[in-house]
């Protein structure tokens, strides 16, 4: 029986089904998600492939409205790929004659950044799919001059690759951390900054009494207190970041939260899933006390609590 695919040949989804079913001789192409899901219904294939989410620009809404409107069809797997993209065009073409370049929405944003640095005066077209820019280029009377699209498409369509792996890259990643590097590295500051003042300057005059070099003090005598006191301060703070690190899910990183939005988008049941997210948050917490606990219990060995 054949799987329906959302096609033309050479897209993404065809990768996806090559790694299910690699005989081609079973695969049914079809020019749009509600039309994979059609021949499904009606009997023409035993199963469908679609796009349903990408790490860039979310969740497919075509798919996910099609999903949402029928019982009939329901996810029973689930395969990732890989995104590679390739800018091709027809042959004896250079980059510096690019006006337009045509792919589909999700494929355009995950090359935003290259665009700009390598082809900036090029406007975007839409298409239907990566392989439908390359086969629609190949087959001539396009208003565009290149196509953004897999490196099987551009060898199936015979066409010329201007440039290779042209993704932007984890710029969510970079983003995400960056952003939440500086905003709690600012208060990890803070707290050290306020342990170092909480050490007595006997202590440092016992040091040079001593005899022993700054050096020697400071690894020695006020490092190991600053790290006992500053520890309750960092542990807060590491509970609070690890919380956050929700906030990078609006820029498309796939985190705990993200893959349960996008659970939900799927299934409609949100309360199964965010209740899944928070019981993980819940267990990262407990893990979390109980090895500040102890290397609090670690930092304190030799100091003794005293009442007034």
Sequence with gaps: MSIAFLGPAGTFTESALRQIEPDPAHHLPVASVPAALAAVRDGRAASAVVPIENSVEGGVSGTLDVLAATDSITIVAEQTVQITFVLAAREQTALEQLTTVSSHPHAQAQVQGWLRSNVPGANNAAASSTAAAARDLAAGDVEYQAAICPALAAERYGLEVLAEDIGDGDVELAAGTIALGLCFGAYATEVFRGALLAIPKGHREAGLALGLGKRRIFLRLILPQMWRLALPGLGNLFMI???????????????????????????????????????IYLCLTIVAMIGMHFLEKRAGRGFVRSAA
Excluded: H, N
């Design 241 to 279: 970041l690890m919380k956050d690190t929700a906030l990078v899910s609006v820029i498309g990183l796939e985190e705990i939260m993200r893959r349960s939005q996008i659970a939900v988008t799927a299934s409609k049941e949100p309360f199964t899933f965010f209740l899944v997210a928070a019981f």
